[in-house]
């Protein structure tokens, strides 16, 4: 059980490996760099291209991690159908709108081997349970890539115009979409079928019905059938409210072939958890496994839901020449009582605590108790 005097920053990875493992998640642990030609060969499914680069004592060109899904992917073995793995790592990136790199904690999950079905709602739940870890307003936000891929195939539009166009739908701007379509020739169906995209239904049943309606082709069908029995398996940990269908996020068709999605949480501008399935990204390495992932962004999160302390300890134990006996009863004492403390020989100025104690008049109470 963790200690209720932790701070979130440390209760919240151990809760998180504690579910994890509930699941049978294994950790995987890596180190701080790779080669740079890991990164340099798979630039597309990071979320920024920029890499902190050194050279070796060996004079091999070697990278600080941006990524820990990219490592796990090379580090997998052909013959291996099923590895669950949970990490705590740090990566150097770029944060949004940044000049310079910053080091991240991040916490995640991989599950190779994950098919299409349960291993899906299994780790959307995950997902959806670690949100609820940090707080319980969130909702998860869910794609699907092959039902965009379908789209964008039955278009038959060039690829440059293809770009402009996801971009576009990423932004939920129908004034840009209808830029990137104006010579384009498309049926009314196929116009309405785009720009659905940004316009679904807040309930996830209406939603789906709307995209079912306008689906082209067998393979935008069966990516809505997929995700109906995804969110019918949800529906038993009873997280369908929490879910939301939102086919304008998008991730690189190149490594994404189906599901992906985001969280947030109240108070926060910004997604702090993302994954989706990533098949591709193992084709890419020679293997034939699916798998399917999510990341937890740890440095955006403490400030939404660390509250503020009017003090650093509950009690400040101030001894003078005491035994370190006497003073380690003490402490031993007071922290017995659920209680933080600070013992020190004199009163610190930057330390703050809820009360001052006297190591003296505890040790007085005690005598005239004993009388």
Partial sequence: MANPNMSWEERLPMQLRSLYRSYGYQIYKMSDFETYDLYRENKNFLSDNNVLTFTDIDGRLMALKPDVTISIAKDTKPEEMIRKLFYSEHVFRRMPGANQFTEIKQMGLEYIGADTGYAEAEVISLACQSLAAINQEYFLGVSHM?????????????????????QAIGRKSAGDIAIALKDICLTKKQQAAVFSLIDLPASL?????????????????????????????????GLKPRLRMELSLLNDLEYYNGIVFQGYIKGLPRAILSGGRYDKLLQRFGKSQPALGFAIYLNDIWGAFVQPRDYDVDILLIYTDQTPCQIAEAVQEILAEGKTVLAAKDIPPEISARQVVQLNDILATKENDKC
Avoid: H
């Fill in 146 to 166: 092959g039902y965009i891929s379908a789209l964008m195939d039955e278009l038959k539009i060039d690829d440059p115009t293809q770009e402009i166009l996801l």
């Fill in 205 to 237: 049943d209406e939603a789906l019905d709307q995209l079912r309606s306008m689906a082209l082709n067998t393979d935008m069908l069966n990516a809505i059938s997929e995700l109906e029995a995804v969110f019918s398996a949800c529906e038993v940990w």
